[in-house]
């Protein structure tokens, strides 16, 4: 530990800091733009001037840029020097100079870190009476809003878009002092991180433009911690509600897993809480119309369904566990199906089976970013789980670090490093079917079918530990290219493997972990992901229960009366022909959702379940985390948690049942009897302090101090204030009263501030280190970590056998893989039109080549379907890419079909 004088008191601090962030780290005011945790110094903005002394008899000292400058042991510096305040503010008077005075108008306000620097460094009164520079703003796209007006030319966008998320159509284009911020032309900026740049940037010039149309001050948002539920990485979210109405997604810090990055399928995709498709009362069919009844009228017809026989439940992966165990101990699990067919459960039982058993460690998001060297195989991680493609993208640079460590070059300075690492050679592997975001930055993409890539996994395991299981007929190029990767991994310190479920081969996740395997008996500390699809898909198998085929065939046999569907559509999962005959052989359909679907058409009775935002529970990450969610918006009755649907059903029958599910009072009373019930998930109990919590005797408040208006919105009602809302699933009150403060468990923060900071920089006064854990602890707790299987000399790992034959071209059919986009494949996010918007129209990828016809025939179990053509370079010849969110699941990925040229198509077959 290292330590420095500032302003005569002495800080401890980390080695290899620079003085900006030792300040900030010792609860320094210290005004900063152009800096960020996660981009390192470039000191583009000069903001961060003290006054440094070489020693104690030096009474001069210099002016120092605090960002650029290393916090050596012993360093004396002042941030309340005269000359250094002075300077700090001229040069945020010289940035101010074209800023416009719309702070009043500015959607920034409020929470805008130009504001709070400007206040810090007292430069209250405007001197400059001159015409002041304007510039044309460009419509981005539906995610962001451009002003550039604002803009203080901090480079921290340019900074993020291009050098840290790899994005390449937003610049920096300049003349003089005339530097614009944008595109070479209007349009929709590509990155799959675009949004982030609403909290990247220090001023107003990117705004939430969603948001935009439903705006309010920060202030009199109600904020709730959250999870995102648009795929299985887990990343940690802040909702923001107004008027018992979702506003807005703001990501929130998690040292493990997302840290200050969201996609923009989780930033942007929480449309369908607040859309026409919503269900808001329980509904009956009535001579085949759909008319809202009285709660108690649905209850009453559901007591009646109850005795005609036996109560089948359907469970989701993207259901909360307490719904799905709700749902569990309301039918009993001999009656309870997962919600997927067959082939998803198996591959879903499967990578929990590998991870738990895994003899290494299960990396978190952040433990992929300082890999040396990383292994994809088969899953196209920057459309199932984009963060962690992110992290892997960043893994990327572990050379450049390394370099720069040998020229004794802080880790900090972003743009020397850079240059250092622009030569330096990259450990990442990408081998999927089709081209990913990730291949401009791999050594050496390839392109295969999923069993292709399988048997190469599986050599380079043999490889690697020439005791598990060779491979033959493996071709002279792909024995090449895996010798080579076999030797990067062996070399390698910290070696990462990855794969998953998108393509449905179980054979990419057991040649997956026999890698990390092989690396592990060498003594490798070498980590396995396995991506799933869903926000609860690893929770939903640990549950276990029936596949959907087992519930057809009992639907055929006449075992089942009455049919529950938990948040779950399951034309995504069967077929046409199998919901149809699903339907015909089950008298009775209860759908208990949040949002229509089409099995809503076939129900008897519809009941109005809460979304994400307006109720609390717990979700299990791809990679065991468990994590909790908590309640933002109160709607109105009857919406209410899936469980308590699950509660009022059960006491509406009469029958028994076990775990107390007619009894329980709150959330913790559900996690209680969960965690009893299943020991593999016992550990839930610990993902977030209980309902009782209290700080200081008090509740915490879900708004800012200076939240105001509860008796201003009902004034066309009432002047009469009326008490805020509360919930006994969460430790909050929903309003401004009571305690905050940055010690607050991590599980529990609903939002940052802390005066002066009240833009999201505030963060840094929640942390014990800036970029590392926060002061309350973690969010959330790890199921299971790996380390399930160590090897010892008696029983060394098993390795598996199963390996695939070759895939070989067939005459007259194709090999058919769903498309997974990052826009248009999630359920959810479809339904949020800034999503739709950036959605592309469902087409059938084929190889390029020319002759293309517009329209092709694919011929599918399920019947033919005639999509548009679109031609994509790299796909290897043989292999079509069909739209996986437009086909059901009910024929195994990947599968053969006949691929035709639709009638009246033009060009060549």
């Known amino acids: 530990m290292t330590s420095i004088r500032i302003d005569g008191r002495d800080c401890p601090t980390r080695p290899g800091l620079n003085l900006l962030q030792a300040c900030l780290e010792a609860g320094a005011d210290l005004p900063y733009f152009c800096w960020h945790p996660e981009l390192g110094s470039v000191g583009a903005c000069r903001q961060c001037a003290i006054r440094q002394f070489s020693g104690p008899d030096d009474t001069t000292g210099r002016i120092v840029m605090a960002c650029m400058t290393p916090a050596s042991d012993g360093a004396i510096v002042s941030i309340a020097d005269e000359e250094a305040r002075a300077f700090r503010a001229d040069v945020i008077e010289w940035m101010m100079v074209n800023h416009p005075h719309d702070c009043p108008v500015c959607e920034e306000g409020g929470e805008c870190h130009l504001q709070d620097m400007t206040v810090m460094t007292g430069h209250n009164i405007r001197r400059y009476r001159f015409t002041k520079r304007t510039h044309r703003n460009q419509n981005l796209g539906p995610f962001v809003k451009h002003e550039m007006n604002r803009c203080i030319a901090c480079y921290r966008c340019v900074r993020f878009y291009r050098d840290y998320a790899g994005g390449d159509d937003l610049a920096a284009f300049a003349s003089h002092d005339n530097v614009y911020f944008g595109r070479a032309a209007d349009g929709t900026l590509q990155n799959a991180f675009s949004g982030n740049l609403v909290e990247i940037c220090p001023t107003g010039v990117f705004t939430d433009k969603p948001s935009s149309s439903v705006y309010t001050r920060k202030w009199d948002m109600r904020g709730a911690p959250s999870v995102c539920v648009h795929c299985a990485v887990g990343c940690n979210t802040i909702v923001n509600a107004r008027e018992e109405t979702l506003r807005r997604v703001l990501n929130r810090y998690n040292a493990d897993v997302n840290r200050y990055v969201l996609c923009d399928r989780g930033r942007f995709g929480h449309g369908f809480v607040n859309a026409t498709t919503r269900i808001r009362t329980a509904m009956r069919a009535i001579a085949g119309q759909y008319v809202p009844v009285p709660v108690a009228d649905a209850l009453a017809r559901f007591a009646d369904m109850a005795v005609e026989g036996p109560v089948v439940g359907i469970a989701s992966p993207r259901a909360a566990l307490e719904t799905c165990f709700g749902l569990h101990t309301l039918v009993g699990p001999q009656h309870f199906c997962t919600g997927l067919t067959q082939h998803e459960q ?49 893994s990327v640079r572990q050379a450049s670090f390394h370099a720069a460590d040998a020229a004794k070059v802080p880790r900090w300075m972003d743009a020397a490093v850079r240059t250092l690492g622009s030569e330096c050679p990259t450990g990442l592997y990408v081998l999927t079917p089709a081209p990913t975001d990730l291949d401009d930055v791999a050594a050496r993409p390839h392109r295969g079918a999923p069993d292709d890539i399988a048997r190469l996994g599986f050599a380079i395991a043999h490889l690697i530990d020439p005791s598990a299981p060779a491979v033959a007929a493996l071709g002279d190029e792909d024995t090449r290219l895996a010798e080579h990767i076999a030797a990067t991994l062996m070399a390698a310190q910290k070696p990462v493997i990855v794969s998953g479920m998108q393509y449905g081969a179980p054979a990419l996740m057991h040649a997956a972990a026999s890698i990390a395997a092989a690396l592990a008996r060498r003594g490798q500390v070498a980590g396995l992901s396995l991506v799933m699809p869903e926000c609860n898909s690893m929770g939903l198998a640990m549950l276990g229960g029936l596949p959907l085929e087992a519930v057809l065939e009992r639907a055929r046999n006449g075992d089942i009366a009455t049919l529950i569907i938990v948040e779950n559509d399951l034309t995504r999962h069967l077929s046409a022909a199998m919901v149809a005959e699903l339907v015909a052989c089950v008298p009775n359909i209860v759908v208990v959702d949040h949002t229509l679907t089409p099995l809503c058409q076939h129900a008897e009775l519809v009941l109005p379940a809460a979304a994400f935002s307006e109720c609390s529970g717990t979700l299990v990450s791809h990679e065991g985390r468990a994590q909790r969610f908590f309640q933002a918006v109160f709607p109105a009755a009857p919406i209410q948690a899936g469980w308590r649907w699950m509660q009022e059903l059960a006491r509406n029958t009469a029958q028994s049942h076990p775990a107390g599910l007619t009894t329980w009072r709150n959330l913790d009373d559900v996690i209680t009897a969960l965690a009893r019930a299943f020991p593999a998930l016992a550990a839930i109990t610990d993902a977030a302090p209980h309902a009782d919590y209290r700080l200081d005797g008090q509740k915490l408040r879900s708004q800012t101090y200076r939240a105001s208006g509860r008796t201003v919105i009902r004034s066309y009602i009432s002047v009469h204030d009326q008490p805020p809302p509360a919930s006994p699933d969460t430790p909050f009150s929903s309003s401004m009263e009571g305690a905050y403060t940055p010690d607050m468990p991590a599980p529990l923060v609903p939002g940052y501030q802390v005066s002066p900071w009240n833009s999201v920089q505030a963060l840094n006064r929640f942390q014990n280190e800036i970029g590392g854990e926060m002061r309350g602890g973690k969010s959330g707790v790890r199921l299971f970590t790996g380390g399930g299987g160590r090897d010892t000399p008696d029983a060394p790992h098993p390795y598996s056998t199963d390996i695939p034959p070759p895939s070989a071209p067939s005459e007259g059919s194709v090999l058919v893989l769903p498309e997974t986009r990052l826009f248009g494949s999630e359920e959810l996010s479809m339904l949020s039109p800034p999503v739709a918007a950036r959605a592309d129209a469902p087409t059938l990828r084929v190889p390029a080549g020319p002759g293309l016809p517009t329209h092709m025939t694919l011929h599918l179990e399920d019947g033919p379907h005639v999509l548009p053509v679109a031609p994509m370079v790299g796909l290897p010849t043989g292999i079509v890419l069909c739209p996986a969110h437009m086909v059901a699941r009910a024929f195994h990925f990947p599968c053969r079909a006949r691929l035709d040229m639709a009638d009246g198509a033009g060009g060549g077959s």
């Open 346 to 394: 198996a591959c879903a039982e499967l990578a929990h089976t590998l991870l738990r058993g895994h003899p290494g460690p299960v990396p978190t998001v952040h433990d992929m970013e300082s890999a040396d060297a990383a292994l994809v195989l088969g899953e196209d991680v920057c459309t199932t789980a984009p963060r962690l493609g992110l992290a892997l993208r960043q």
